[in-house]
């Protein structure tokens, strides 16, 4: 049984940080790249942050380029967001998602998210 598990969400004051954690099992974590979204309020979920299955390389969306940084830890099938220089229009529910194709077929897991709250 797959789960994709977050944690680390809550409210921060403009200009605050927080980090993000995605605790994963059920599948071969090592072997498939890695994501977070975010869905604000009354907006389309938007993918955030990508990282391959080593880590060598990530992307991001232009508005949290210099501010977010993905990362894992494949010993404790772990994937991380640490967002820095928070502001307000970063507020969603943040979610940790995989997808991969294997025998023919696409699959796609999602976490039940982690609400984030920048507010002063």
């Known amino acids: 049984q797959v789960q994709l598990t977050e944690s680390g969400g809550g409210l921060v004051q403009p200009g605050g940080s927080l980090r993000l954690s995605c605790a994963v099992s059920?599948?071969?974590?090592?072997?498939?790249?890695m994501n977070w979204y975010r869905q604000a309020p009354g907006k389309e979920r938007e993918l955030v942050a990508t990282?391959?299955?080593?880590?060598?390389?990530?992307n991001y969306v232009d508005s949290v380029k210099g501010r977010f940084t993905i990362s894992r830890d494949n010993a404790k099938n772990t994937v991380y967001l640490q967002m820095n220089d928070l502001k307000p229009e970063d507020t969603a529910v943040y979610y940790c998602?995989?997808?991969?194709?294997?025998?023919?077929?696409?699959?796609?897991?999602w976490g039940q998210g982690t609400q984030v709250t920048v507010s002063s």
């Open positions: 998602n995989v997808r991969y194709r294997f025998m023919g077929r696409e699959f796609e897991y």
């Open positions: 059920g599948f071969l974590f090592s072997s498939h790249a």
């Open positions: 990282i391959t299955t080593g880590g060598g390389s990530t």
